[in-house]
């Protein structure tokens, strides 16, 4: 070949009204230009909401209205917008299905067993909270959205559910479980101010299981987590020490729960 047969030709830079078509990621390139062609799952959220109401502890859960399990009670939940925030996600579905705003969501556990829900391959990301025994009272709760009721449900009387969510239930409780054993969550559960009588029925009820009396109340005060507040609670017996957990107690818990 001679020299006046080479011929340069220049790139041709790609025309915007046709775009490269591609289906596999090979390297980073801004948002929009590329897609992915492995199948993508749904991803939902859903809310375990526990509290201490009539000597109890409950979970709070939404009737179906629509199929799939239309009728049957469920976790507060639902799916996740593509440009969510999953807590922002969560907070969203239990403030729509049940009017319970305003609460600290600690994620729990995410569930995705491929045939969990007859709709499709749909994966959930579950989150707990515990409210007192003074926050649940004071909360009007407002079926809405997708449910059709809600209502405080005992955790050792639970209705038939949908999904897998008595699995999901079972999960929170053996977590708040063993948290309770060895940490200061108890104060999530109950009021302000309490009895000794009234710390130990929380935790029989948690655990189920009896506790000795005279070993718990040595062990709690022994733990450093609660003072007397100076107020009594008169009753059919002799008058009661109300007692409180700690600043120091509730600083370290909460610091727990920012980084579990």
Same mark, same amino acid.
């Given at each position: 070949?001679?020299?006046?047969?080479?011929?340069?030709?220049?790139?041709?830079p790609?025309?915007?009204?046709?775009?490269?078509?591609?289906? *596999?990621? *090979?390297?980073?390139?801004? /948002?929009?230009?590329?897609?992915?062609?492995?199948? @993508?799952?749904?991803?939902?959220?859903?809310?375990?909401?526990?509290?201490?109401?009539?000597?109890?502890?409950?979970?709070?859960?939404?009737?179906?209205?629509?199929?799939?399990?239309a009728?049957?009670? /469920?976790?507060?939940?639902?799916?996740?917008?593509i440009?969510?925030?999953?807590? $922002?996600?969560?907070?969203?579905?239990?403030?729509?299905?049940?009017?319970?705003? $305003?609460?600290?969501?600690?994620?729990?556990?995410t569930?995705? /067993?491929?045939?969990?829900?007859?709709?499709?391959?749909? +994966?959930t990301?579950?989150?707990?909270?515990?409210?007192?025994?003074?926050? =649940?009272?004071? +909360?009007?709760?407002?079926?809405?959205?997708?449910?059709?009721?809600?209502?405080?449900?005992?955790?050792?009387?639970?209705?038939?559910?949908?999904?897998?969510?008595? @699995?999901?239930i079972?999960?929170?409780?053996?977590?708040?479980?063993?948290?309770?054993?060895?940490?200061?969550?108890?104060?999530?559960?109950?009021p302000?101010?309490f *009895?000794?009588?009234?710390?130990?029925?929380?935790?029989?009820?948690?655990?189920?299981?009896?506790?000795?009396?005279?070993?718990?109340?040595?062990?709690?005060?022994?733990? $450093?987590?609660?003072?007397?507040?100076?107020?009594?609670?008169?009753? $059919?017996?002799?008058? =009661?020490?109300?007692? @409180?957990?700690? =600043?120091? =107690?509730?600083?370290?818990?909460?610091?727990?729960?920012?980084?579990?």
């Open positions: 070949m001679c020299q006046n047969d080479i011929k340069l030709v220049q790139p041709v790609p025309s915007v009204e046709t775009p490269t078509k591609l289906t *596999t990621v *090979t390297d980073p390139s801004p /948002a929009g230009l590329y897609t992915y062609a492995h199948p @993508r799952p749904a991803v939902t959220v859903d809310i375990i909401l526990f509290t201490f109401l009539e000597a109890d502890l409950k979970v709070l859960l939404v009737r179906r209205a629509h199929p799939p399990f009728g049957r009670w /469920a976790l507060p939940g639902g799916f996740a917008n440009d969510e925030d999953l807590e $922002d996600a969560a907070l969203r579905e239990l403030r729509e299905e049940t009017n319970v705003a $305003d609460i600290y969501l600690e994620q729990l556990y569930f995705g /067993a491929p045939d969990r829900d007859p709709r499709g391959r749909v +994966i990301v579950a989150y707990f909270a515990l409210l007192s025994t003074d926050q =649940a009272q004071r +909360i009007r709760l407002r079926a809405g959205d997708d449910a059709a009721q809600t209502d405080w449900w005992s955790i050792y009387r639970l209705p038939a559910l949908a999904f897998d969510h008595e @699995r999901i079972q999960y929170a409780i053996q977590r708040l479980r063993w948290k309770l054993e060895w940490t200061a969550l108890g104060f999530l559960l109950l302000a101010e *009895t000794l009588s009234e710390l130990q029925r929380v935790y029989e009820t948690v655990l189920n299981e009896p506790l000795d009396k005279r070993n718990f109340r040595r062990k709690m005060l022994a733990a $450093d987590v609660l003072e007397p507040t100076g107020n009594l609670r008169e009753g $059919d017996h002799r008058p =009661a020490k109300l007692y @409180r957990f700690t =600043a120091k =107690a509730i600083e370290l818990e909460q610091a727990r729960r920012r980084f579990p």
